[in-house]
């Protein structure tokens, strides 16, 4: 039997051939990104924090924040933005909790006093995957018409924030 420079047989070598290139191809269509998302307000059922479940609509503009209670730049940001709620009421401030317990999630709203920004729990993350969320804080801009028209992933500061208000109108 005649061995190649490695060791290998000419038949070894060629079945590894085929596993390796097998093995690129299954790795390149599992790879593949999904389709993108449509840009449309995420269609998911979330859960206010009195328990009742709510899905996002459309109809004035709208500020959604994904973000989590361990998150530093959330614990920062999500105050800012309850201000900017306060401060501007023609724009709707939603924060998406992904997928933590509801009673972090309620404990982080009543230790900061959010009464602006509506506050809710999406315990099995529909909205953080129809996003593509993959840090936090991940922030999107919407329209009236529900059309996502911006995005910022990551920490936003105030003045960031009144920049994108001021194109959102």
Do not use: M
């Given at each position: 039997m005649e061995k190649t420079p490695i060791g290998l047989s000419p038949r070894l070598r060629l079945g590894l051939v085929g596993l390796i290139a097998g093995g690129l191809v299954l790795l390149a269509l599992f790879a593949t990104p999904p389709r993108p998302p449509t840009g449309d307000l995420p269609q998911a059922t979330l859960?206010?924090?009195?328990?009742?479940?709510?899905?996002?609509?459309?109809?004035?503009p709208t500020v959604l924040t994904v973000w989590a209670t361990w998150c530093g730049y959330c614990q920062r940001q999500l105050p800012e933005f309850e201000a900017a709620a306060r401060a501007h009421p023609e724009v709707r401030?939603?924060?998406?909790?992904?997928?933590?317990?509801?009673?972090?999630?309620?404990?982080?709203?009543?230790?900061?006093?959010?009464?602006?920004?509506?506050?809710?729990?999406?315990?099995?993350?529909?909205?953080?995957?129809?996003?593509?969320?993959?840090?936090?804080?991940?922030?999107f801009f919407y329209n009236a018409q529900g059309e996502r028209v911006g995005e910022v992933r990551g920490y936003m500061s105030p003045e960031q924030l009144r920049a994108a208000l001021a194109q959102l109108r």
């Open positions: 859960v206010r924090l009195d328990g009742t479940p709510v899905r996002l609509q459309s109809g004035k401030f939603v924060f998406v909790n992904d997928g933590e317990p509801a009673s972090l999630v309620r404990q982080f709203h009543d230790a900061r006093g959010f009464t602006h920004a509506e506050v809710y729990q999406d315990a099995l993350r529909a909205v953080a995957q129809a996003l593509r969320v993959n840090g936090y804080p991940s922030n």
